[in-house]
């Protein structure tokens, strides 16, 4: 579909926040870059700040679930049928489950 074509989705709608990661996936520069980049930033500091790592775990583990709600709902309002770019929820998971399996092995 054609940009212009589009339907709009409110930037403050959740689903749009959670899969462009509160507007980062709008960004017209390497937005899957800057996803990936939040992640680890987020990673870093749950470490770094002592959250357990169990609760890091239970904390992904959500926001995969919550994820696969998001994207659907998002894919759904804007009609979009092919990869739209603007979704970096997947960069952000892929990428904190990186950080998790590095940390613990």
Sequence with gaps: IY???QKKISFWHPANLIVTICGIGK???APG???SAVAL????FA???GFPLWVVGALFTVWTFISFWAVAIYVRKTEQ???PQEI???EFIGQYLTN???YIG
Excluded: A, Q
Aim: glycine share 4%; net charge negative; proline share 4%.
């Design 100 to 102: 998790l399996l590095s």
């Design 27 to 29: 960004s017209p520069y």
């Design 33 to 35: 870059t800057l996803g």
């Design 3 to 5: 940009r212009f074509m």
């Design 81 to 83: 049928i092919d990869d």
């Design 41 to 44: 930033l987020d990673f870093y």
């Design 47 to 49: 470490i770094k700040y």
């Design 88 to 90: 970096i929820i997947d």
